[in-house]
């Protein structure tokens, strides 16, 4: 492939994008302002299928499904619309599965994913979708397998002005041992809605069941209007307008650094990069910072003429690493190859449990591997993993044999259930960030 500059895809139907991911399928899902979610392979990007049917008007943030499951989840923002939930839907085909109401009237623009541990041996684990409830002055979330919503509410009344904002973008951040999590959620001063004018700008936190109640972490300046974020649970991430800065907030102390010069445009969607890097989404640019203290800016990708990137995500075509990003202006969506630097970081999938050796025939394994994609030694989150399984007569618990898993805020995924057939052999399982590493591989041997 060898692009040396983002190539741009229009989309085929003329419908505005918002964000992208990479789905369980290996497809590219594309949420749109248009009723419409776009399917677009990966190696042929004008190959396209516009995704219609039960979508709503308005398709904002997407994740294929935190369990592993043949799905995508994505935030459906009202607007002209009378209504905002959050959507599930199968892809493989595509169908409506689950519609996870919010207030009516709710305007949630973005979702992220959560995995907890809810026991240690066997190791076991709860899922979650998490978003922002501006409407509500709320977080909250969707336990996958389950339906409906569970809010946590910032502060009201009396005494808790400085929690008058508008809730934007969620991320959470870990315990190190994996059984708590922590919101953390942009908070925007907000002129916008009639009726539901908010005052204060800032990042705000909370830990569920925890004995410390919502706290704010303060921007340098008063205007300051933190936009998206995320976490790798040692720091949390923000963009920011007026100026438009990258905060970074470390977990433990919430004391704050920021990139030491504006940036000439505002930054949006944010990932992060197996290069060790964050990566931003900008109306002129994606630009690429390192995670050092100074926030050093690291070379940036510039767009074609007249283009913008809102939305961003990670993935391979042909075993290269690729960001794809969304153009809204350009009715359009982006691919850039990531060259290799002459001095890479030392980056790769391992095995962190293997937590079975051996099945008896017929036998479900429910948590067959885990492995964790580190790059110099810090989990990378979200990064797309493809996993196989290599056998006569054993798959995947759905009948599969590859799937497309994206890793949590400490870098693990966890490969689906395995199911075992009727006879005696060695399963092989593969995990690999598409072909820039050799596979981390485990066996698991099936009767005798």
């Not at 409906?148 to 005494?159: C, I, V, W």
């Amino acid at each position: 492939m060898g692009d040396q500059n983002p190539v741009e895809f229009k989309l085929h139907g003329g419908q505005k994008p918002h964000s992208i991911t990479v789905g369980p399928d290996g497809y590219l899902y594309v949420t749109t302002d248009d009723r419409c979610v776009v399917r677009v392979h990966p190696k042929n990007p004008n190959t396209q299928t516009s995704l219609t049917a039960d979508v709503p008007l308005l398709s904002a943030g997407v994740l294929r499904d935190p369990m592993g499951a043949k799905a995508i989840w994505f935030a459906s923002p009202a607007n002209t619309q009378e209504y905002d939930p959050i959507y599930e839907f199968g892809v493989a085909p595509w169908e409506y599965k689950k519609k996870h109401d919010l207030d009516p009237k709710e305007r949630a623009q973005t979702i992220t994913p959560l995995r907890l541990k809810v026991k240690d041996n066997p190791a076991t684990y709860e899922h979650r979708v998490l978003f922002a409830a501006p409407m509500q002055k709320a977080v909250g979330y969707v336990k996958c397998g389950s339906k409906g919503a569970n809010f946590h509410n910032l502060p009201r009344g009396a005494g808790e002005e400085k929690f008058d904002t508008w809730p934007w973008s969620v991320a959470a951040s870990l315990s190190e041992d994996k059984k708590k999590f922590t919101y953390w959620v942009t908070g925007r001063k907000w002129e916008h809605v009639p009726g539901n004018h908010r005052s204060i700008n800032g990042v705000y936190y909370f830990t569920p069941g925890g004995e410390k109640k919502w706290d704010k972490v303060d921007l340098d300046k008063k205007e300051q209007s933190p936009v998206h974020i995320i976490t790798d649970s040692k720091y949390v991430w923000v963009g920011t307008e007026n100026p438009n800065k990258i905060v970074r907030i470390d977990v433990d102390d919430k004391s704050t650094k920021s990139t030491r010069d504006d940036l000439p445009g505002a930054p949006r969607q944010m990932i992060f990069g197996v290069d060790d890097c964050i990566w931003v989404a900008g109306k002129d640019k994606i630009y690429r910072f390192k995670k050092d203290d100074d926030i050093t800016p690291d070379d940036s990708v510039k767009l074609p003429e007249g283009s913008e990137a809102l939305g961003l995500c990670l993935g391979t075509v042909d075993g290269e690493p690729v960001v794809w990003y969304t153009n809204p202006t350009g009715k359009s969506i982006g691919r850039y190859v990531v060259p290799s630097p002459p001095d890479p970081p030392k980056a790769g999938t391992h095995a962190e449990d293997t937590l079975v050796e051996s099945m008896a025939p017929g036998e479900l394994c429910e948590t067959p591997l885990t492995v964790r994609y580190m790059t110099d030694g810090n989990p990378i989150p979200n990064v797309p993993l493809t996993c196989r399984l290599i056998a006569d007569e054993a798959t995947f618990a759905d009948g599969s044999r590859e799937y497309v898993l994206h890793t949590d805020n400490a870098g693990r995924v966890v490969l689906p259930p395995v199911q075992a057939g009727d006879k005696a052999e060695q399963v092989r399982l593969e995990v690999a960030y598409g072909d820039t590493e050799p596979p981390t591989t485990a066996t698991i041997r099936v009767g005798a």
